[in-house]
Structures are given as structure tokens and as C-alpha cells.
């Protein structure tokens, strides 16, 4: 027979039943569905830990407070200096962040504000679209200026941001004049995006802005990957010896590198566990799918006799079970795969990154179609080892 | 022996026993039949002689213990699964008492099936199908599935499956067992007609009745085959 007659054959069978068909697939359903989102989170968790991890590059060491609030003997802006004294670092920044009231004219945002020194700017590509970037004058003379975020700049103007440039904005009631305004670099990292941010310069942070309370962080840069190690034991021995109140103990030396691997392995670690709940729901949908087949050939027993009487080969009555157990697979396949798409808004709602690929897709097909062949073939063979008159004669 | 080409049918001492636990049934016993080319032939018996048996053997469904048996010339107990498939298909068309027929498929389907396992286009297929059950009088009926059917209409889209493929036997069992007199009567109009255009036809009943109207009767009874009453 040939596949197009076979397939319609199958389709009517399949029809025939559809309150069966449709809970045999359920198991499919939920297990495609499952194997589609752990793509989509693997892929989301992914391209989320790239997206906070490109901005800095793997060489970047942040050294922070180790606890939340005060520290005894914080960082200051002369550590970063003294980390420079060390072969195995090009580039050490301090940074303030800080959220506030920023105010422009009728606007208000409660937003980010970052103390920066200059040379921050680059290492974090943050590039000036309009206006003038901070600069050494800046930060020597603690001026009063700022350049936003594109974003930010959008929400204080209510969508025309070229005007903000040269007016007075206010940072939790203190002024600072608007130099310019940073492209967009479209990230959601740690701590509020940079699109969102006021950034100004750190002495002048320091002293308007946070005073007493200033508790930087220091992002430093090894000169290549290969010192990283280096660097951190410099850092290390350099905050020994500078903060008596408990030395390097009270801070957290965290460098890209591992931050990512880490942060990539714990994303792949929900992955597997995840896959394994899909394959172990694919496994017991696939005993449900070779039940019914099971049944389904016993009810059909005498049909199978009379098809074998008017001629059909062994190998056309096992392929006829076979597809007919791949289809109820497939068709669970396809609306699992469709579930998952359905599903990926709610995660989105809940704050899980998932991405819809096409490799999610196939992947959930494939299971689908695997878990069909392989739990059909025993049923479908038992149907094509019946001999017909035994099958002729069940009632 | 007689040359067994130029037959239908040559089974020669033909025994099927059923082993039933530590007892042995001998449902056939040195069985002999030839069926010559456009005959029409039933063999009559009571119940449980050994009739369904017998046509198993004959329609390929079932083997002998031992004993001979030719189908147009070919060996059956020397062909496999895959040749008696074929020969099923090709040289037998099978009548059931119950009609056997696909209950989720239509008249024109069910009919439509054997030749589509013997791998025919499906548009010639369907087109011989057609030409079938308009002679058999179904022309309206070709799109009804079999329980919006009549015993007698089931009967004969039954007949027009087993018809379609133009085997060189017909094997019907008990035929016009589950039909009225009316359906039994059209049946056998249509056998007669069907034997009158060539076709070979082996009816088996207890029906007397249907065996007065063949042209060659056999009996059965315990298993044996006569000739005569
Ligand atoms: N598979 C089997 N196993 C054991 N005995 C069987 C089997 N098939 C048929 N028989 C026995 O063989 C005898 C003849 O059966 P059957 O050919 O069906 O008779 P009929 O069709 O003439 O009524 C019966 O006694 C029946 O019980
Ligand atoms: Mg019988």
C-alpha cells in the first residue's frame, strides 16, 4: 500500500477515537512542551548571562563589600590607585551606584545614579551620542555635571532628549548639570540598566551624593586573562595591608571569568534537570501511547485478520500501527510545542528568560516522534504477528 | 495424481489435527478436493464437520498438518508468509459469513483495499472499485460506512471486495449465514451470475437450500469428504 492511502487509513482510525487519541497525547503533550522550555530557559538563561556578562570582558576583577551596608574600613578612590601599582593591572576604577529622585522640570524618575571616573567610560564602551563625555576636569574639580542614559534621558524630556542637554537636572535634590547623553547599550545587568542611569563624576558623587556613606566598588582590569590569578593575590595582599579592620576579609574579590563559567554552569545545571523531568515524562507518556496501542490492537484484532485475508504483509500491518502510534506522538508533539510557545509570555511575566528557537523546535518534534517509534513497535509488532486466522476468529 | 496445473484447486490428502491438550482432534481427515476453472462448487455440512477448516486451508490462512495442496499451480505449503500474503491477495477473494468489513471505512474504501495492497494507483483503483458495487447494485451507497448498511448490502460490498481484484477463486464461508431469505436469495442470484461470467466459486454451508442451487456439491461430515450423500 502506499503511504498517501496509508496515512489516510490511519487518520481515519485515529479520528475515530478522538477523546482517546487526545488523552493519550496529553503525556506527550506536557513532556514536548517541557523539552520545548528547557531549550527556551537554557537559551534565555544563556543569552541573559552573556548580555550582563559583555559588558565586561574576562579579565575584569570587581572588588566589593563582602556584606550589604556599612563597612568598617571601606573602599576608597586611593585603593584603586594602589591596585595600579601591581604589574598584573591595567586599569582599576572606583564606582559609586545609588537610586534616587532625579528631577527634570516636570519630570521625575526614580532611577540609578552612578559615580564614575573617566576613564570608566571606555572600558565599559558607554559612548556619548550627544553632548561631551565626563573628562579628568570633571573629576578634578568635583563639577556638578552629568551625562544620563539614553533612557533616562527619553523619560525626563518625555521623548525629545536632545533638549536636556545644558539644563540643570536634580539627583536627590542636589543639582547637576546635563553635559551629555550616552547611546544606548540596551543591557539589563545587575543594578538597573545603563540606559537608566545618571552618571556623574566620582569626586563629585562622593561629595554631593553619598558623602559619609560612600561604599565603592573597584573594577579593575588584569592585563590579560593569564594574570588574572596574579591580580587577584596583588589585590589580595594590597587590601591586607591597607584596611586594618580585618583586611581583604571584609571585601569580595569576584572576577568575570569565573562569575560567568559559574553563572553558565548553574544555567546548565537547571538545563539537565529540567531535560531529565521532560524525558522522564516522555518515558511514561510512552507507556500510556503503548497501552492504548496494545488495546487498540486487540479491539481491532478481527480487522487486523481480514486486512491480512485480503492480502496485507506483515511489514504493512506493523507500519500501519507503528505510524499510527508516531502520529498520536507527533500530533501530542505539535500542540506541545505550540504550548510552550503559549508559555513563554508567562514565564517572561515571571521574570525567566526564555527564548523560542527553532533547535527547541526540532528537539521537541524529535522527542515526540522518538518516544512513538520506540514505544509503537511492540504493540505494532504484536499486531503483525497475529495470524490472521487466530485474528479472524477473536471476538 | 493428476496434473494439477490446469485446476483451481488441487488439495490431495489434506488432514488437519487440533491438538487439544493431551487429545488429539482430527478435524480433517484425508481430505481430496480438485476445483476445475469456472466452477461452482459448495461443500455442505453440518456443524462442526470441518467446513471453516477446510476453507482456511484453502484460502491460505491456515496450514494442513499433511497433505498437498496446489493453487493454480502453485505450491502453497512451500510459499512463506510473504508469498501466501500475495497469494491471498492476488488469487483468492475471501466471503465471510459476518462480511468482515472495515467498520470506519466506506463501502468504496473497504472495497478500494485489496487492491491498494497489491499497490495499484489509488485513482485506477477506485475506479475499478466504482465499476464493482454499481454492479452490484450499490452505486448509491458507495459513500455509507457498513453500519448504515443492510446485512445484504454488507454482503455485497463483501462480495465486490472480494471481487475486485479479479482472483481466480472465490471462497465463501457460510455467505448467507447471518442474511434474511431475501438477502440469501440476492446473493446467490449474484454468484450464479458471477459463475456465469467465468468466475470459480467454492461456497461452503450447511445450508441446504444454497446447495441446490450450485453446479458441484460435496459433503462433509466428521472431517471427511463425499462425493455423494
Ligand atoms: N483452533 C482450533 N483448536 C481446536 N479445535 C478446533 C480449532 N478450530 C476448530 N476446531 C474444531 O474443529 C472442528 C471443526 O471446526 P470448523 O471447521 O469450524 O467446523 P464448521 O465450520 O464445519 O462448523 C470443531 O469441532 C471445532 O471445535
Ligand atoms: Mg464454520
Redo the contacts between chains.
Sequence with gaps: MKLKQLLKMILINISQNKVRTFLTTLGVIVGTATIFMVVAIGKGGEAQVNEQYSRLNVGTIMVMPAQRGRVADPLTAKDAQLFLESQNIAQAFPLLRGNGDINYENYSASAGFAAIQPGFQESNNLVVGQGRALDEEDENKKNRCAVIGAELANTLTDGSPSEIVGRSISINNRKFEVVGIYNRVGDSGSGGSYDDTAFVPYSAGERFLLGARANPTIIAQARDIDAVQSAIEDITASLNENHRAGGAEQFRILDAGSRLVAAQESARTMSMLLLAVAVIVLIVSGIGIMNVMFVTVKERTREIGTLKAIGAKKQEILKQFLIEAVFISLAGGVIGVIAGFLTIPVLKYFELPALSSVSGVLLGLIFSVVTGVFFGFYPAMKAADLSPLEALRYE | MTNSSNCVIAASNIVKVYQNGSEELKVLDDVSIRVLHSDFMAVLGPSGSGKSTLM?IL?C??IPTSGKYYLDGLDVLKAS??EL??I???KIG?I?QKF??????TAL?NVV??L????ID?EEAMELAREKLTLLGLADRMGHKPNELSGGQQQRVAIA?AIVGSPELLLADEPTGNLDSKSSEDAMVIFEELNRQGNTIVIITHDVEVAERVKKLVYIRDGKLYENN
Excluded at chain 2, 468482515?100 to 471505512?105: F, I, K, S, Y
Design positions: 482456511n484460502g490462512l491456515d508468509e510473504n500474503a500475495d491471498r491477495n492476488k475471501f465471510f468482515n468489513l472495515l467498520p470506519r471505512l474504501q483495499l485489496p491498494l495492497y497489491r499497490g489509488e471486495r
